[in-house]
């Protein structure tokens, strides 16, 4: 008589999580099996253990086996469930089930070509089925003529349901890998195409190509950077690109801009936040820095981070790790910095706006990227560039731009850059009638003040006014703008909520304005 043996369903449960962790995708599941009909052996005796797969039309074929009767023949078996009705019924009511002599009237055996069983020898059929998903069977067979009792068959039936959740779990986790490998090369394909790999573009300016020997040789490294130049030069492009370049390139670019989050909810969105940290977290959150472990954070507008959360930053720099909002504990991490700003970092320390310990971690390897306007000779390639990423973006069929429009463009001063630069190209792909966009279609903006009425590449290489942010004989855009403020409450005698508001004449919220008058050094009159 077969007699049955003790079962542990946790230690099974735990040896068979133990495998998918070890390994992944089909490996996980030859692991699981492996060990499932290793285990299986020490608690019932076969002499055939078989694992079979259901497959579309309902058909069985061989995932595994083990035992003295295994063979290679076995392992090429294949059975139909149409010719096998108790294996079907087997399946469908997730119930295990020993046979005997007279089951097999009719059906006959499934190993019947392939094995010499002799009449009533011991088979059991047990079902592998998770959820609303059926898997297919495990079938044990010995030559020995007698029946497996019922309590073996009930235990059986209990490992059954385990291995099926567990061959479940380990195809999910295999369904997921291939979907975040596939939409990890995907975004990294988009971000190739949007980005370029500036790392490894001909430019024909020599400032521009200085910067891109200086991100190739800095991508194999993991030293900080800090990307300075004014807005719309590019300055995440060329981060990404340095990530790209780097040893890093297959982990994560997570990028956060520090301008863009008010400052009550930056440190958690830079470091994370534990569940009841404040109003609303109703659950854990990874931070920016836990979601770039392994890879590269790019601090957008670092100029703009709060003075309160530069010193936290700095200690992140300093000591690798991270301390979640609402958390007294640290965690270690490991990722490359790259900070970029348009911001005069050095003016800004003199006010008292950012520390000069955190500027020195950050300035480790300064890159400063040139404006368009000392850049020209790249004018041509920027446009085509800029046309085929529209494009692509829109539908629309690639257009260029005429000889006589690229000399229209370099007589610009440009200074909003490549962002400026791409917003005319659109307008102008909109209004052109033809594939070449004419001069007449190309709308710059009027002539800037008589500092600007020099060609742009005079003014591109005699301007040292980059550092100062300013020509000289001109206010900033800054100071424009804060004159400008000043003379709107003036006229509402320093009212900025309600109708009639400053808030209101200027068209933006009473938020905005209040953090716009902060930011410039405008005081409220009232």
């Not at 608690?43 to 078989?50: E, G, K, R, S």
């Not at 990028?255 to 534990?274: D, K, V, Y």
Request: with cysteine.
């Amino acid at each position: 008589m077969i007699t049955d043996r003790a079962l542990a369903p946790l230690d099974l449960t735990r040896d068979l999580d133990d495998a998918a962790r070890a390994k992944t995708g089909e490996e996980a599941i030859n692991e699981i099996l492996r060990r499932a009909l290793d285990a299986l052996a020490r608690i019932v005796p076969y002499d055939l253990a078989t694992v079979f797969r259901l497959e579309p039309g309902d058909r069985l074929t061989v995932r595994a086996g083990k035992g003295a009767l295994f063979t290679p023949q076995v392992r090429q078996h294949t059975v139909s469930l149409d010719d096998f009705p108790s294996i079907r019924e087997a399946i469908e009511t997730r119930r295990a089930r020993a046979f005997e002599a007279h089951d097999h009237t009719g059906e006959g055996d499934p190993f019947d070509g392939v094995l010499d069983f002799p009449p009533g020898h011991a088979c059991m059929v047990v079902p592998l089925v998770a959820g609303n998903h059926a898997y297919g069977a495990l079938t044990l067979d010995r030559a020995k003529c007698e029946r497996y009792p019922d309590t073996t068959v009930q235990l059986v039936e209990v490992y059954g349901q385990v291995l099926g959740l567990a061959i479940q779990n380990a195809e999910k986790a295999e369904a997921l890998e291939r979907l975040h490998d596939s939409d990890h090369a995907h975004a990294r394909l988009l971000e190739a195409e949007l980005a370029g790999d500036a790392v490894n573009d001909a430019s024909r300016s020599p400032a521009m190509r200085d910067v891109l020997r200086k991100a190739e040789l800095v991508a194999a490294t993991s030293t900080p950077v800090l990307i300075r130049g004014e807005t719309g030069t590019g300055k995440e492009r060329l981060a990404w690109s340095i990530h790209n370049a780097s040893p890093r390139r297959e982990q994560a670019f997570v990028r956060i801009n520090c301008a863009a989050i008010p400052p009550s909810l930056l440190e958690a969105e830079l470091f994370g936040h534990t569940k009841g940290a404040f109003t609303g977290a109703t659950r854990d959150r990874a931070g920016r820095f836990q979601m770039a472990n392994g890879g590269t954070i790019l601090l957008d507008e670092i100029g703009e981070l709060p003075t309160e959360l530069q010193a936290k930053l700095l200690r992140v720099l300093q000591e690798g790790t991270i301390e979640p909002v609402g958390s007294d504990r640290t965690s270690r991490i490991d990722v490359r910095v790259i900070a970029a700003t348009h911001v005069h970092l050095e003016r800004a320390i003199t006010d008292k706006r950012f520390r000069e310990d955190l500027f020195y971690r950050l300035n480790v390897f300064p890159i400063e990227l040139p404006p368009l306007r000392e850049r020209l000779e790249d004018l041509p390639r920027l446009c085509e560039a800029i046309m085929r990423e529209q494009a692509r973006r829109t539908g629309r069929r690639e257009m260029r731009v005429s000889k006589a429009g690229l000399g229209k463009l370099a007589s610009y001063a440009w200074p909003g850059n490549i962002r400026e630069l791409a917003n005319i190209l659109e307008r102008a792909t909109i209004l052109s009638p033809s594939r070449e966009i004419a001069v007449e279609t190309l709308h710059l903006p009027d002539p800037e003040p008589a500092s600007y009425s020099k060609t742009a590449r005079d003014l591109g290489k005699a301007s040292t006014a980059r550092d100062t942010n300013k020509i000289e004989g001109w206010p900033t855009l800054e100071e424009m703008q804060a004159r400008y403020i000043r003379q709107v409450l003036g006229e509402t005698r320093g009212r900025v909520y309600g109708t009639g508001g400053a808030a209101e004449i200027l068209g933006m919220k009473p938020s905005t304005l209040q953090s716009r008058m902060k930011k410039l050094g405008v005081q409220r009159r009232d």
